[in-house]
């Protein structure tokens, strides 16, 4: 046997030559694909980054939300102290014989939006009317633009339908506002508002509800006395009677003292509850209620 004789294997280096060129082409084919991945990515972040710049910027061009403190909020110095007052009262007066809430908000401008989606705003982040029953109503003059909306929550489309708010808009607003009359046209139109929210059935307002006078409380507290006592003279059943008797009566004695105290605090907690409610109604306290804007109303001009 010739062991010296060659072989038809290729050499090791014949081997490494041949797939050095395809080594580097698949080299350059993964760097080209992160490039294009890079700039895919770069581009992606570039134009979210101008999107949210964008959003930012109009954000800050938007007409502000005042702060709502009243019934009345005037950013123009239109309406008279005269008749803030009165509308103040018509508006305290009607959140405590209904429960709904009428705001009106005069504001130079809702530029660059339109009055209709400046007015879903301002109610949204105000919250007017109550939770769950959106029975909050807001008349808002735009007076630089000659524009007016009245925004009706859920709760009250019943009683002032699309049609109806555009009926008090041209016939209480439009006529007083004509002739520069601003406050005689708020107060006609809120007036009539007043009206039809008064004619509409709505839960009771939660200043009806008062403290009962506890009488079932403190039977309860008779009773829990009396199951804890027989509990403690049976945990005593081999001491002496009269020892059993003294220390079930003094577990009565305290568990009672304890349950009154607490009623006593409870009920206090209720009348102080009770007194700021109606404290706050008298106008210094107003805020919204948690309601939502129904998106009915209308619009108008003059």
Same mark, same amino acid.
């Given at each position: 046997?010739?062991?010296?004789?060659?072989?038809?294997?290729?050499?090791?280096?014949?081997?490494? +030559?041949?797939?050095?060129?395809?080594?580097?082409?698949?080299?350059?084919?993964?760097?080209?694909?992160?490039?294009?991945?890079?700039?895919?990515?770069?581009?992606?972040?570039?134009?979210?980054?101008?999107?949210?710049?964008?959003?930012?910027?109009?954000?800050?061009?938007?007409?502000?939300?005042?702060?709502?403190?009243?019934?009345?909020? #005037?950013?123009?110095?239109?309406?008279?102290?005269?008749?803030?007052?009165?509308?103040? !009262?018509?508006?305290?007066?009607?959140?405590?014989?209904?429960?709904?809430?009428?705001? %009106?908000?005069?504001?130079?401008?809702?530029?660059?939006?339109?009055?209709?989606?400046?007015?879903?705003?301002?109610? +949204?982040?105000?919250?007017?009317?109550?939770?769950?029953? +959106? #029975?909050?109503?807001?008349?808002?003059?735009?007076?630089?633009?000659?524009?007016?909306?009245?925004?009706?929550?859920?709760?009250?489309?019943?009683?002032?339908?699309?049609?109806?708010? @555009?009926?008090?808009?041209?016939?209480?607003?439009?006529?007083?506002?004509?002739?520069? #009359?601003?406050?005689?046209?708020?107060?006609?139109?809120?007036?009539?508002?007043?009206?039809?929210?008064?004619?509409?059935?709505?839960?009771?307002?939660?200043? =009806?509800?008062?403290? =009962?006078?506890?009488?079932?409380?403190?039977?309860?507290?008779?009773?829990?006395?009396?199951?804890?006592?027989?509990?403690?003279?049976?945990?005593?059943?081999?001491?002496?009677?009269?020892?059993?008797? %003294?220390?079930?009566?003094?577990?009565?004695?305290?568990?009672?003292?304890?349950? @009154?105290?607490?009623?006593?605090?409870?009920?206090?907690?209720?009348?102080?509850?009770?007194?700021?409610?109606? !404290?706050?109604?008298?106008?210094?306290?107003?805020?919204?209620?948690?309601?939502?804007?129904?998106?009915?109303? !209308?619009?108008? @001009?003059?």
């Amino acid at each position: 046997m010739n062991l010296g004789a060659p072989t038809d294997r290729p050499a090791a280096t014949d081997i490494a +030559d041949a797939a050095q060129p395809q080594a580097c082409a698949g080299l350059r084919r993964i760097r080209a694909s992160a490039h294009r991945n890079f700039r895919s990515l770069a581009c992606r972040v570039w134009m979210l980054a101008l999107f949210f710049a964008a959003g930012v910027l109009h954000a800050q061009t938007l007409a502000p939300v005042p702060a709502l403190d009243s019934p009345v909020v #005037d950013t123009t110095g239109t309406i008279d102290a005269a008749t803030r007052q009165q509308l103040e !009262a018509q508006a305290v007066a009607l959140r405590d014989r209904k429960g709904s809430q009428l705001q %009106v908000l005069v504001v130079p401008t809702t530029s660059p939006e339109d009055i209709a989606q400046y007015a879903t705003r301002v109610y +949204d982040e105000w919250q007017l009317g109550r939770g769950k029953v +959106d #029975d909050g109503v807001l008349l808002i003059v735009a007076k630089d633009d000659r524009r007016a909306r009245i925004e009706v929550g859920y709760g009250l489309e019943g009683a002032i339908p699309d049609a109806t708010a @555009s009926r008090v808009i041209q016939e209480y607003l439009v006529p007083h506002f004509r002739r520069d #009359d601003y406050a005689g046209g708020i107060v006609e139109a809120t007036a009539a508002l007043t009206s039809l929210i008064d004619g509409e059935p709505l839960p009771a307002p939660m200043a =009806d509800n008062r403290p =009962d006078g506890g009488d079932g409380n403190w039977l309860f507290a008779l009773m829990a006395a009396f199951i804890v006592a027989r509990v403690v003279a049976g945990m005593f059943g081999r001491t002496p009677k009269p020892i059993r008797g %003294v220390a079930g009566a003094a577990a009565a004695g305290g568990v009672a003292w304890l349950l @009154s105290s607490l009623l006593v605090i409870g009920g206090i907690g209720a009348v102080m509850g009770l007194v700021l409610a109606l !404290a706050g109604s008298g106008g210094g306290g107003w805020s919204g209620g948690g309601g939502m804007s129904g998106g009915g109303g !209308a619009s108008g @001009s003059w």
